[in-house]
């Protein structure tokens, strides 16, 4: 069975810094596009970040651009982050990750273009 699972959300002030995990299960991310994104209560999904799993390659949403970095660590290549510092209240919403096909393009941020979706996690910035 092919699945997605985030983790590492949570509650976390104003300045404060989480990471998210994105783990695959039942396929390797070797060959794909690794989406990060976030809907907030009210507010269209928006794309955060993407990494193309082959070469590496990253991409970032103008509001996350020097705050957040997307990474696959060697060591377990079928997992994807999602460093985030000096997190904003507006940064809280769920977040998703998604696995879509290569090559990445300037559409990364669309969310039609993934196949397989995680649960979500919540991320909640607050003092």
């Known amino acids: 069975q092919l699945q997605l699972v985030e983790s590492g959300g949570g509650l976390v002030q104003p300045g404060g810094s989480l990471r998210l995990s994105c783990a695959a299960s039942?396929?390797?991310?070797?060959?794909?596009?690794i989406g990060w994104f976030r809907q907030a209560p009210g507010k269209e999904r928006e794309g955060v970040a993407c990494?193309?799993?082959?070469?590496?390659?990253?991409?970032y949403g103008d509001s996350v651009k020097g705050r957040f970095t997307i990474s696959r660590y060697n060591a377990n290549k079928n997992t994807v982050y999602l460093q985030m510092n000096s997190l904003k209240p507006e940064d809280t919403a769920v977040y998703y990750c998604?696995?879509?096909?290569?090559?990445?393009?300037?559409?990364w941020g669309l969310g039609v273009r993934y196949d397989y979706w995680g649960q979500g996690t919540q991320v909640t910035v607050s003092s």
């Open positions: 998604a696995a879509g096909p290569l090559p990445v393009t300037s559409n």
């Open positions: 990494i193309s799993s082959l070469v590496g390659t990253t991409y």
């Open positions: 039942g396929f390797t991310l070797d060959y794909y596009a």
